[in-house]
């Protein structure tokens, strides 16, 4: 796409943690143009450069430094808006950008299990767009809306959809050590994290079946069939900035040998659509064979924070197999992959209406 043929694009939400994520990796996109910053109205009418409290690495970008916050509204100058404002905002606002014809790809969780909405990882279920016709029939919008996984569920999903074509997946036991950034800015109290490990993280565990059987489901005629499997979870919280990794013990229809497991691993392919989507990672899945690896630390940038690392695939004496994976929770588990999905959606020609 040619420079100067930009889709304007809004970030709703732009003054938090994703929100900076998304200014940051929009400023030089070659296919997106940021034209609007909309937050709270404790921010609207604020210069992004003065009311937003920075917290990732750098500065904010020169090309929105000085763009003026706006309300909510969906009055944006904008064909595509990202979403990143706590679900209970997204729940009110997004169908409202929906229904004024914007592309809406959301971070929040407020409709990710709508069976007329796609929950998106384009590398694994691209064709899962397919369900948009049925949700404008549904619900009238000339707009839609997408979404993206949950941020720790991303990282099991990209290693398990290999494993789910082959071998079928039918348990799945994890223990998820989730970054502090995960909780959005300010997110948990030093006092409460330094030192510490928080085993409860509201509202997480309960949604990892759900949104991984989407995820590994099939659609035929835009109507999903979620995958059969069984997931029990443990969240923890844990003192890391950014990255989450997942213990995982994983029992399959057809039993593989952890060399069988790490061959599928290594030998996956996106679907082709993904090849033309710039921000779809060469590599998808980085297979660890170090006996201490993945570690959020020195893996969580893997291909810009697009990869998922995988590592510590052995025999489990309970279910199959055993593994340790590694995600970047703002970039592949947040902004990244809702860029990718806006992405996507220009490719199947969703922004031409
Ligand atoms: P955050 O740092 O708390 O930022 C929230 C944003 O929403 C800010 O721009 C804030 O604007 C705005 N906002 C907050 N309350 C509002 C209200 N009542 N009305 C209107 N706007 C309001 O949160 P975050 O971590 O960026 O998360 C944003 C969304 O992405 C959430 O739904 C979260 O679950 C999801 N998500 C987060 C991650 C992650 O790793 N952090 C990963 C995946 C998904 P002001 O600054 O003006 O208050």
Known sequence: ?????????????????????????????????????????????HRYGDICQWVIP????????????????????????FSAVPSDVAREI???????????????????????????????????HTMIARQR???GWPGL????????????????????DAFGVRQVFMTSMQAISGAGYPGVSAMDITDNVIPYIAGEEEKFQQELAKLLGHVSGGVLTPAGLTLSA??????????????????FERHPTPEEALEVLRAYRPPEVCAGL??????????????????PRRDRDATGGMAVSIGRV??????DLRMTTVVHNTLRGAASGAILNAELLVAAGYAEA
């Open 1 to 45: 796409m040619a420079e100067d043929h930009r889709i304007p694009v809004g970030v709703l939400g732009a003054t938090g943690a994703v929100g900076q994520r998304f200014a940051q990796l929009l400023a030089d996109h070659p296919w997106f143009e940021i034209t609007a910053l909309a937050a709270s109205e404790r921010s609207a009418g």
């Open 58 to 81: 750098g500065d904010p970008p020169t090309t929105v430094r000085d763009l003026i916050v706006r309300p909510l509204t969906p009055d944006l100058p904008a064909k595509i808006v």
């Open 94 to 128: 997004e169908p409202q950008f929906a229904q004024a014809s914007y592309l809406v790809c959301s971070n929040a969780s407020a409709f990710r299990n709508g069976d007329d909405i796609p929950l998106l990882i384009p590398e694994l279920n691209a064709d899962h």
């Open 137 to 139: 029939e549904q619900r």
């Open 145 to 164: 809306i997408v979404t993206s996984p949950n941020c720790t569920i991303t990282g099991v999903a990209m290693a398990l959809k290999p494993l789910d």
């Open 234 to 251: 443990h969240a923890n919280r844990v003192p890391v900035l950014d990255g989450h990794t997942v213990s995982l013990s994983v029992g």
């Open 278 to 295: 710039v921000s779809s990672p060469a590599t998808l899945i980085r297979v660890r064979t170090e006996t201490d690896r993945p570690q």
């Open 314 to 319: 052995r025999p489990c004496p309970i279910l």
